[in-house]
């Protein structure tokens, strides 16, 4: 990369930076007075696939702060789907405004904010914001990873799957039967459902690896950033990279879970 170009990207994201505190802010305050009224819901693609008016605000309220402070950029959202993203030629946001609604819906905890931006398809910054417990997960490539302003430190490479609680949803499983035999040799089975804050509980080493089917772009975009800042291994199930326009699989791990998960437990 050119020199000149590496002056903008770090420009870009100190500038990014300044914007996500104000948005964040405001979301924040937002979904917490959504609390006191009663919201309206409509399913999308199944019964529990839900999408509710702050989804949609929050995502058009970052589309504004975009419009404002980067007008060039473009915006890959999942509320927004019709404007399908086909490249991601130059700077590219892939939001998810609202991770795990069914939790937001139902229990008013465990959902996240997550944005990402990707420069030339390298994902170059990305936060996780669990609004509730007001945990601000940030990770720039190249530069590490921190939550609430606090630098966190690198996973272990020596905890495999026997040390360590495992995350899996039950489409994994079954696409992959020998899990049930990961799960059982491992110290316990977990699920929170926002997967962004699943990939948290990796990065941060509460739990060993997070394995799941059919998650979007914008579930993964940002989290990928910060666990593999942390030295997470993410992929496809199937060891794959992950193609961040497309669907699909995903698994993130601590480096000795991943390499047992794929020698012994990934193979059909
Ligand atoms: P969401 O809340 O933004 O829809 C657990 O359900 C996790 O899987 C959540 O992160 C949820 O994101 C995501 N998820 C649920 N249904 C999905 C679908 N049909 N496609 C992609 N991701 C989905
Ligand atoms: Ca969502």
Redesign the pocket.
Known sequence: MKERDHVNKQEIVEEAKEMMKVFLMEAKQYIEASFEKELWIETK?SRN?LVTEVDQYIEALFTRYLKQYFPSHRIFG?ENAEHKVESLEGAVWII?P?????NFVEQKRDFAISIALYMDGIGEYGIVYDVEKDDLYVGEKGKGATLNGREIRKVSDRRGVADSLLIA?LSAVNLYPKLKEAIRVSRGLRLY????LEFMAVATERAGAYL?A???PW?VAASKIIAEELGCIVSRLSGEEIDMLE?GTSVVALPKVYQELQNLYLKK
Do not use: F, P, R
């Open positions: 693609s696939d999942e998810d609202i991770d795990g609604t069914l949803n459902g926002a997967a962004s799941a059919n998650l979007a579930d669907k």
